[in-house]
Protein backbone atom coordinates (compact mmCIF):
# COMPACT_ATOMS: atom_id res chain seq x y z
CA UNK A 1 0.00 0.00 0.00
CA UNK A 2 1.28 3.51 -0.75
CA UNK A 3 2.05 5.48 1.97
CA UNK A 4 -0.27 8.64 2.73
CA UNK A 5 2.24 10.90 4.49
CA UNK A 6 3.71 14.12 2.82
CA UNK A 7 7.42 14.22 2.26
CA UNK A 8 9.00 17.54 3.86
CA UNK A 9 9.10 19.32 -0.24
CA UNK A 10 5.51 18.69 -0.44
CA UNK A 11 3.08 21.73 0.29
CA UNK A 12 0.40 21.56 3.05
CA UNK A 13 -2.67 20.35 2.43
CA UNK A 14 -5.23 22.16 0.66
CA UNK A 15 -2.13 24.70 -0.38
CA UNK A 16 -1.64 25.30 -4.36
CA UNK A 17 2.05 25.17 -4.76
CA UNK A 18 3.63 27.78 -6.87
CA UNK A 19 6.06 27.38 -9.34
CA UNK A 20 9.19 29.07 -9.25
CA UNK A 21 10.14 31.69 -11.81
CA UNK A 22 13.64 30.82 -11.33
CA UNK A 23 13.99 34.79 -10.64
CA UNK A 24 13.79 37.17 -7.52
CA UNK A 25 10.29 38.60 -7.01
CA UNK A 26 11.85 41.85 -7.73
CA UNK A 27 13.07 41.18 -11.09
CA UNK A 28 9.79 39.45 -11.90
CA UNK A 29 7.44 42.72 -11.17
CA UNK A 30 9.85 44.39 -12.94
CA UNK A 31 10.17 42.30 -16.25
CA UNK A 32 6.25 42.04 -15.50
CA UNK A 33 5.89 45.99 -15.99
CA UNK A 34 7.99 46.28 -18.92
CA UNK A 35 5.95 43.62 -21.00
CA UNK A 36 2.91 45.16 -19.90
CA UNK A 37 3.90 48.44 -20.90
CA UNK A 38 5.50 46.92 -24.53
CA UNK A 39 2.28 45.35 -24.50
CA UNK A 40 -0.06 48.91 -23.93
CA UNK A 41 1.98 50.39 -26.58
CA UNK A 42 1.36 47.68 -29.15
CA UNK A 43 -1.94 47.85 -28.43
CA UNK A 44 -2.45 51.72 -29.37
CA UNK A 45 0.21 51.83 -31.50
CA UNK A 46 -1.64 52.86 -34.75
CA UNK A 47 -3.98 55.70 -33.75
CA UNK A 48 -1.52 58.77 -33.48
CA UNK A 49 -3.77 60.83 -30.16
CA UNK A 50 -3.72 57.65 -28.70
CA UNK A 51 0.24 56.53 -28.70
CA UNK A 52 1.04 60.03 -27.69
CA UNK A 53 -0.73 59.81 -24.75
CA UNK A 54 0.79 56.58 -23.86
CA UNK A 55 4.04 57.97 -24.22
CA UNK A 56 3.47 60.85 -22.15
CA UNK A 57 1.84 58.96 -19.32
CA UNK A 58 4.79 56.53 -19.50
CA UNK A 59 7.64 59.22 -19.64
CA UNK A 60 5.12 61.22 -16.47
CA UNK A 61 5.35 57.45 -14.74
CA UNK A 62 9.04 57.23 -14.81
CA UNK A 63 9.26 61.02 -13.41
CA UNK A 64 7.12 59.96 -10.57
CA UNK A 65 9.58 57.43 -9.43
CA UNK A 66 12.95 58.95 -10.64
CA UNK A 67 14.52 58.55 -6.84
CA UNK A 68 12.61 55.82 -5.87
CA UNK A 69 13.22 53.25 -7.43
CA UNK A 70 16.64 52.78 -9.89
CA UNK A 71 16.36 49.25 -11.15
CA UNK A 72 12.30 50.17 -12.27
CA UNK A 73 13.38 53.56 -13.93
CA UNK A 74 16.28 52.00 -15.62
CA UNK A 75 13.97 49.31 -17.13
CA UNK A 76 11.08 51.44 -18.31
CA UNK A 77 13.20 53.97 -19.69
CA UNK A 78 14.76 50.73 -22.24
CA UNK A 79 10.90 50.16 -22.76
CA UNK A 80 10.57 53.79 -23.76
CA UNK A 81 13.76 53.57 -26.23
CA UNK A 82 12.30 50.25 -27.37
CA UNK A 83 8.86 51.57 -28.00
CA UNK A 84 10.00 54.88 -29.93
CA UNK A 85 12.54 53.07 -32.33
CA UNK A 86 9.49 51.04 -32.94
CA UNK A 87 8.27 54.10 -34.59
CA UNK A 88 11.22 54.95 -37.33
CA UNK A 89 8.62 53.05 -40.16
CA UNK A 90 5.23 54.22 -38.51
CA UNK A 91 2.92 55.74 -41.46
CA UNK A 92 2.51 58.44 -39.05
CA UNK A 93 4.66 61.02 -40.05
CA UNK A 94 4.74 62.62 -36.17
CA UNK A 95 4.95 59.12 -34.49
CA UNK A 96 8.11 58.46 -37.11
CA UNK A 97 9.66 61.82 -36.24
CA UNK A 98 9.44 60.82 -32.67
CA UNK A 99 11.53 57.62 -33.48
CA UNK A 100 14.74 60.41 -33.44
CA UNK A 101 14.53 60.29 -29.23
CA UNK A 102 14.51 56.46 -29.00
CA UNK A 103 18.82 56.22 -29.19
CA UNK A 104 18.60 59.30 -26.42
CA UNK A 105 17.16 56.90 -23.87
CA UNK A 106 18.61 53.93 -22.36
CA UNK A 107 18.69 52.01 -19.17
CA UNK A 108 22.33 51.95 -19.40
CA UNK A 109 22.31 55.63 -19.48
CA UNK A 110 19.65 57.40 -17.10
CA UNK A 111 17.95 60.67 -19.48
CA UNK A 112 19.36 62.87 -17.13
CA UNK A 113 16.37 65.71 -18.07
CA UNK A 114 13.83 63.52 -17.97
CA UNK A 115 12.96 64.00 -14.66
CA UNK A 116 12.99 67.70 -15.05
CA UNK A 117 11.65 67.65 -18.72
CA UNK A 118 7.86 67.74 -19.36
CA UNK A 119 6.55 64.76 -21.51
CA UNK A 120 4.62 67.36 -23.43
CA UNK A 121 8.06 68.13 -25.05
CA UNK A 122 8.39 64.99 -26.87
CA UNK A 123 5.14 66.17 -28.53
CA UNK A 124 6.08 69.41 -29.22
CA UNK A 125 9.91 67.62 -30.56
CA UNK A 126 8.30 65.82 -33.29
CA UNK A 127 5.71 68.96 -33.74
CA UNK A 128 2.52 67.36 -32.92
CA UNK A 129 -0.45 69.26 -32.14
CA UNK A 130 -3.77 68.85 -30.74
CA UNK A 131 -6.56 68.08 -33.65
CA UNK A 132 -8.61 71.18 -32.28
CA UNK A 133 -9.55 73.75 -34.48
CA UNK A 134 -10.82 77.14 -32.82
CA UNK A 135 -13.51 79.30 -34.99
CA UNK A 136 -13.91 82.83 -33.76
CA UNK A 137 -17.16 84.53 -35.55
CA UNK A 138 -16.52 88.38 -35.75
CA UNK A 139 -14.97 89.13 -32.70
CA UNK A 140 -14.87 93.14 -31.99
CA UNK A 141 -11.89 92.70 -29.71
CA UNK A 142 -8.24 92.79 -31.12
CA UNK A 143 -6.90 91.70 -27.12
CA UNK A 144 -9.60 89.04 -27.20
CA UNK A 145 -8.02 87.82 -30.00
CA UNK A 146 -4.63 88.22 -29.22
CA UNK A 147 -5.46 86.33 -25.36
CA UNK A 148 -6.85 83.25 -27.67
CA UNK A 149 -3.68 83.31 -29.98
CA UNK A 150 -1.55 82.95 -26.71
CA UNK A 151 -3.41 80.23 -25.38
CA UNK A 152 -3.67 78.36 -28.42
CA UNK A 153 0.05 78.57 -28.71
CA UNK A 154 -0.13 77.12 -25.31
CA UNK A 155 -1.80 73.92 -25.60
CA UNK A 156 -0.52 73.61 -29.61
CA UNK A 157 -3.80 73.98 -31.52
CA UNK A 158 -3.83 72.80 -34.84
CA UNK A 159 -4.83 75.98 -35.90
CA UNK A 160 -7.16 79.23 -35.50
CA UNK A 161 -9.70 80.51 -38.15
CA UNK A 162 -10.28 84.23 -37.83
CA UNK A 163 -13.89 85.21 -39.31
CA UNK A 164 -15.57 87.95 -40.50
CA UNK A 165 -14.26 91.50 -38.78
CA UNK A 166 -12.01 89.47 -36.48
CA UNK A 167 -8.77 91.24 -35.87
CA UNK A 168 -6.31 89.48 -37.32
CA UNK A 169 -2.33 90.00 -36.30
CA UNK A 170 -1.85 91.08 -40.05
CA UNK A 171 -4.24 94.28 -39.45
CA UNK A 172 -2.35 97.84 -39.64
CA UNK A 173 -2.89 98.70 -36.26
CA UNK A 174 -1.27 96.27 -35.00
CA UNK A 175 -3.39 95.50 -31.65
CA UNK A 176 -3.82 92.06 -32.02
CA UNK A 177 -0.06 91.14 -32.66
CA UNK A 178 0.96 93.23 -29.56
CA UNK A 179 -1.92 91.24 -27.73
CA UNK A 180 -0.65 87.82 -28.44
CA UNK A 181 2.97 88.83 -28.05
CA UNK A 182 4.64 86.80 -30.41
CA UNK A 183 2.50 83.87 -30.05
CA UNK A 184 0.83 84.34 -33.58
CA UNK A 185 4.12 83.31 -35.00
CA UNK A 186 4.01 80.07 -33.78
CA UNK A 187 0.29 79.51 -34.21
CA UNK A 188 -1.30 78.27 -37.84
CA UNK A 189 -4.12 80.71 -38.41
CA UNK A 190 -6.06 81.78 -41.83
CA UNK A 191 -9.16 84.53 -42.05
CA UNK A 192 -12.57 83.70 -43.96
CA UNK A 193 -14.66 86.16 -44.73
CA UNK A 194 -17.49 84.29 -44.06
CA UNK A 195 -17.80 82.06 -40.69
CA UNK A 196 -20.59 79.88 -42.61
CA UNK A 197 -18.39 79.02 -45.01
CA UNK A 198 -15.53 78.07 -42.79
CA UNK A 199 -18.01 76.10 -40.86
CA UNK A 200 -19.37 74.38 -43.96
CA UNK A 201 -16.16 73.37 -45.28
CA UNK A 202 -14.93 71.63 -42.00
CA UNK A 203 -17.83 69.59 -42.31
CA UNK A 204 -17.49 68.45 -45.30
CA UNK A 205 -13.86 67.66 -44.24
CA UNK A 206 -15.12 65.44 -41.64
CA UNK A 207 -14.55 67.64 -38.45
CA UNK A 208 -17.20 67.90 -36.38
CA UNK A 209 -18.30 71.81 -34.99
CA UNK A 210 -19.45 72.34 -31.65
CA UNK A 211 -20.12 75.81 -30.92
CA UNK A 212 -19.53 77.12 -27.05
CA UNK A 213 -22.50 79.34 -25.82
CA UNK A 214 -25.22 79.85 -23.10
CA UNK A 215 -28.20 78.51 -25.03
CA UNK A 216 -30.41 76.54 -23.27
CA UNK A 217 -30.47 72.98 -24.17
CA UNK A 218 -26.62 73.13 -24.40
CA UNK A 219 -24.31 70.38 -22.95
CA UNK A 220 -22.38 71.03 -19.96
CA UNK A 221 -18.58 70.87 -20.77
CA UNK A 222 -17.84 69.20 -17.52
CA UNK A 223 -19.68 66.48 -18.45
CA UNK A 224 -19.06 66.86 -22.65
CA UNK A 225 -16.63 64.41 -23.99
CA UNK A 226 -15.21 65.76 -27.78
CA UNK A 227 -14.00 63.50 -30.15
CA UNK A 228 -10.79 63.95 -31.91
CA UNK A 229 -10.38 65.73 -34.57
CA UNK A 230 -12.50 68.45 -33.76
CA UNK A 231 -13.69 72.40 -33.84
CA UNK A 232 -14.98 74.79 -31.12
CA UNK A 233 -17.26 77.94 -32.55
CA UNK A 234 -16.60 80.87 -29.91
CA UNK A 235 -18.95 83.88 -30.93
CA UNK A 236 -19.19 87.73 -30.40
CA UNK A 237 -18.34 88.98 -27.22
CA UNK A 238 -22.13 90.70 -27.16
CA UNK A 239 -23.85 88.92 -29.71
CA UNK A 240 -22.63 85.51 -29.45
CA UNK A 241 -22.71 83.39 -32.07
CA UNK A 242 -25.17 83.81 -34.96
CA UNK A 243 -28.70 81.47 -35.24
CA UNK A 244 -27.20 80.19 -38.86
CA UNK A 245 -24.20 79.09 -37.10
CA UNK A 246 -25.69 76.93 -34.33
CA UNK A 247 -27.77 74.97 -37.05
CA UNK A 248 -24.34 73.96 -38.33
CA UNK A 249 -22.73 72.51 -35.31
CA UNK A 250 -23.06 69.11 -34.10
CA UNK A 251 -23.80 69.83 -30.56
CA UNK A 252 -23.90 73.56 -28.64
CA UNK A 253 -21.74 73.03 -25.06
CA UNK A 254 -21.55 75.38 -22.49
CA UNK A 255 -19.24 76.93 -19.42
CA UNK A 256 -21.25 76.47 -15.91
CA UNK A 257 -20.93 80.38 -14.64
CA UNK A 258 -22.21 80.18 -10.97
CA UNK A 259 -21.41 83.98 -10.51
CA UNK A 260 -23.93 87.26 -11.68
CA UNK A 261 -22.85 87.16 -15.01
CA UNK A 262 -23.96 83.87 -17.27
CA UNK A 263 -21.17 84.02 -19.43
CA UNK A 264 -17.20 84.02 -19.39
CA UNK A 265 -15.10 86.57 -21.27
CA UNK A 266 -14.24 84.92 -24.43
CA UNK A 267 -10.26 85.77 -24.49
Not at 44 to 62: E, G, M, P, Y
Request: charged share 20%; net charge positive.
Amino acid sequence: AKSSRQSPQDPPSGVVPVPSAGAPSGERDISFEVAEAESALAKVAKNRVACLSLLCQHAQRIERLWHEDEALRRALLGALSSGLGSLTGHKDQVLRELSWLAPKISERKPLKGLSTTAPSELVVAAGARMPLTVVLDNLRSAFNVGSIFRTAECLRLERLVLCGYTATPGDASKQTARAAMGADAHVTWEHRSKSLDAVRDLRAAGVPVFALETVAGAASLHSFTFPTPCALLLGNERHGVEADLLAQCSALVRIPCHGVKNSLNVG
